[in-house]
């Protein structure tokens, strides 16, 4: 079976509100299948080769101003890697940064490096709370998580949403939509961490990294938590 190679991009920046937990649930979801998971941490100054799958969390505004810079060195790199469809998840920071450029409150813009068609600027309020969303993508038909953002992100062209919001505001608080998606990236403001509550999602990026449908686990305890999450406001 072949192994799936993982990449944790700037983990020591932006890891924010156990973001880090996304990429144990994909590191155990493969080992309990006995499928091969390589995984490389990807650090400022670190040359980034290529992989199957490439994540990146979330964090303050400083940080992301260090990643955004670092970024730009690689952007012709990941370019190529979306268009070879590698599969790309990025948490709220991390989300804006695959876009076209996060306007923050005060500075200048950081710019992101495009891989989806899409762009962020920073809000008045803090969004913060539990978020339930109506997505088609996976069965069951429903994401959880909880975010915690000030940024506003607006998709444009063929960047599609995750999914409708039930619970909380998702990508702006205005147009009903959560999370994007272009080829196989994948952006979602769910923290929580995402994966470890929304296991039917992590197996959809295990598949697509694999190019087959990893075989079902037990996932009894998983469902319970995300059932008990779905609709959850407080
Ligand atoms: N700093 C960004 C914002 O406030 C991202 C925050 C985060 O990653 N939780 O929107």
């Known amino acids: 079976m072949k192994k799936i190679r993982l990449a944790h991009l700037y983990p020591k920046l932006l890891n924010i509100y156990g973001d880090g937990g996304n990429i144990l649930t994909l590191k155990k979801r493969c080992e309990w299948r006995g499928i091969e998971i390589e995984i490389d941490e990807i650090n400022i100054g670190d040359n980034i080769k290529e992989h199957d799958i490439y994540f990146i969390g979330g964090g303050q505004d400083l940080q992301q101003i260090e990643v955004s810079k670092e970024l730009q060195k690689h952007k012709e790199f990941l370019t190529e890697e979306r268009d070879k469809m590698a599969v790309f998840l990025g948490i709220c920071g991390g989300y804006q940064l695959m876009g076209h450029y996060y306007q923050p409150h005060n500075g200048d813009k950081l710019l992101g490096i495009s891989l989806m068609d899409a762009y962020t600027v920073a809000g008045n309020k803090r969004f913060i709370g539990n978020v339930t969303v109506q997505t088609e993508l996976v069965e069951p038909n429903t994401l959880v998580g909880f975010e915690n953002h000030s940024g506003l992100t607006y998709l444009q062209g063929e960047t599609e ?51 087959s449908k990893p075989e079902p ?16 406001k407080y």
């Open 161 to 211: 949403a995750l999914g409708k919001m039930v619970i909380g505001n998702g990508n702006n608080g205005k147009d009903g939509t959560e999370g994007a998606r272009f080829k196989n990236v994948f952006g979602t403001y769910m923290h929580g961490s995402f994966l470890p509550k929304n296991p039917h999602f992590a197996d959809y990026l295990i598949e697509l990294a694999l190019g």
């Open 217 to 232: 686990l037990d996932d009894t305890i998983e469902n319970l938590t995300h059932n008990s999450l779905v609709n959850k």
